[in-house]
C-alpha cells in the first residue's frame, strides 16, 4: 500500500537558486522563502554555507537569513564543513544538512575531497552541531550513476548512507543527482539499506528530472514505504559541479500526483503554482514544470 501522507521537503531556494546563471537579488530570495511557506510547505531549506567562490548564486547567505529574522531560523541549510557550521551557529539557525558524495570522482568535483576525507571533515561537523543542539540532515549524492563514473553500485551508497547515519545524522536524502535512476534502482536501493538495518522511514528520495523519470521514481518510492521527498518550485535546480545535472522534481508535479492518490501532504497548489509563476517572472524563463504550465 501508500502511505497516507508524506512531508514535502523544498528545496527550491537552494537547489534551484544554486544554478541560476543570474545573479537573483537577495530580497527576491526571502520572498520566495516566504512565500514557500505560506503556500504550506513544512521544509524549505533557504540556502547553502558554503564557500563563496564555489557557489557565488548563494554567497549572500548571511543577508538572507538576516532578512527572514527569527521566523528563519528554523530552515534547514546547507555547510559542508565545520567553517559552515561556525556561520549557521553564528546567527542561531537550527537545522543544517551537510551533502556527501556516494562516489570518487564527485567528491573531488562538489568538495575537493576524496570519498575517505569527506567522511573526516564531516565527522566534526555533524558532532559540533548535535552538540549545539541542532538537528542533521545527510544528503548523498549520485546515488544511481555518475558522470564521470557511471552506473553506481548500491553497496558503496549504502555505505557512505550508513557512515554518514553514524556520524549523527537524523535522516538520509538519497539523490539522483544527475536525474538518469529509474524505478528498479530505486526499489533496489531501499531494499539494500533495509538489508543493511537501516529503516526505510530514515529515508527520503532527492530525484532530479533529466530523464522524465522521477514521477515514476518517486511512486516506486512510495510503495516502497518511503515518506520524505525532496522537490523544487517549478522544477529549478541542478548542480553546478555535476555536468548534466538539470531540474529537481518540481513541487508542483509531485503534489499534483499527490493529490490524485490521496496521500495528504499539506501544500495549497494554487499559491505554490502562483510562486513559481512569479519566480520564473523574475528569473526572465517560462518553468521548466508541465504543472505550472498547465495550471498557470
Ligand atoms: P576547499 O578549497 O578544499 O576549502 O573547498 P578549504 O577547506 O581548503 O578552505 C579554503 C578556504 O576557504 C579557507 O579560507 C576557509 O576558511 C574557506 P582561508 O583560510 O584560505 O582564508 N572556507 C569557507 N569559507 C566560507 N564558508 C565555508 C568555507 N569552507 C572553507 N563553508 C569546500 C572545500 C567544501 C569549502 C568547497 O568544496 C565547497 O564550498 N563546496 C560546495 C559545493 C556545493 O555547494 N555544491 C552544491 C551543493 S551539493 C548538491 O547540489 C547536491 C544535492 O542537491 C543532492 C543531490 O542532488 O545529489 C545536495
Ligand atoms: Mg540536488
Known amino acids: 500500500g501508500l502511505p497516507e501522507r508524506v512531508t514535502i521537503y523544498e528545496v527550491g531556494p537552494r537547489d534551484g537558486l544554486q544554478n541560476e546563471q543570474a545573479l537573483v537579488p537577495v530580497a527576491v530570495k526571502a520572498e520566495l522563502v516566504q512565500r514557500l511557506v505560506a503556500a504550506g510547505l513544512p521544509v524549505v531549506e533557504a ?129 539522483d543527482t544527475i536525474g538518469v535512476g529509474t524505478a528498479g534502482q530505486v526499489t533496489a536501493l531501499v531494499q539494500a539499506f533495509r538489508d543493511a538495518g537501516v529503516d526505510e522511514g530514515r529515508l527520503a528520495m532527492h530525484f532530479h528530472d533529466t530523464y522524465g523519470q522521477a514521477l515514476t521514481n518517486t511512486h516506486a518510492a512510495l510503495r516502497a514505504g518511503i515518506t520524505t521527498f525532496d522537490a523544487s518550485a517549478g522544477g529549478l535546480g541542478g548542480c553546478p559541479y555535476a555536468k548534466s545535472a538539470t531540474g529537481n522534481l518540481a513541487t508542483e508535479d509531485l503534489v499534483w500526483m499527490l493529490t490524485g492518490l490521496g496521500i495528504e501532504h499539506g501544500v495549497d497548489l494554487g499559491a505554490l503554482v502562483a510562486t513559481s509563476t512569479w519566480l520564473a517572472g523574475e528569473l526572465g524563463r517560462p518553468s521548466p514544470s508541465a504543472v505550472v504550465r498547465a495550471l498557470a
Request: charged content about 25%; glycine content about 8%; aromatic content about 6%.
Open 47 to 175: 540556502t547553502s554555507f558554503v564557500h563563496p567562490r564555489w557557489v557565488p548564486q548563494l554567497a549572500d547567505a548571511e543577508e538572507l537569513m538576516t532578512i527572514l529574522g527569527e521566523a528563519g531560523r528554523r530552515h534547514p541549510v546547507l555547510v559542508p564543513n565545520e567553517r559552515g557550521l561556525d556561520r549557521a551557529l553564528a546567527l542561531g539557525l537550527q537545522h543544517v544538512a551537510i551533502f556527501g558524495s556516494a562516489t570518487e570522482t564527485f567528491a573531488q568535483k562538489n568538495l575537493n575531497r576524496t570519498l575517505e576525507t569527506q567522511l573526516a571533515m564531516f565527522e566534526p561537523t555533524v558532532r559540533r552541531a548535535r552538540d549545539a543542539g541542532m538537528d542533521v540532515r545527510a544528503y548523498v549524492s549520485m546515488c544511481f550513476g555518475d558522470p564521470w563514473e557511471g552506473p553506481v553500485d548500491p553497496r558503496q551508497v549504502v555505505d557512505v548512507g550508513r557512515r554518514l547515519l553514524d556520524l549523527g545524522a537524523s535522516q538520509l536524502s538519497l539523490g
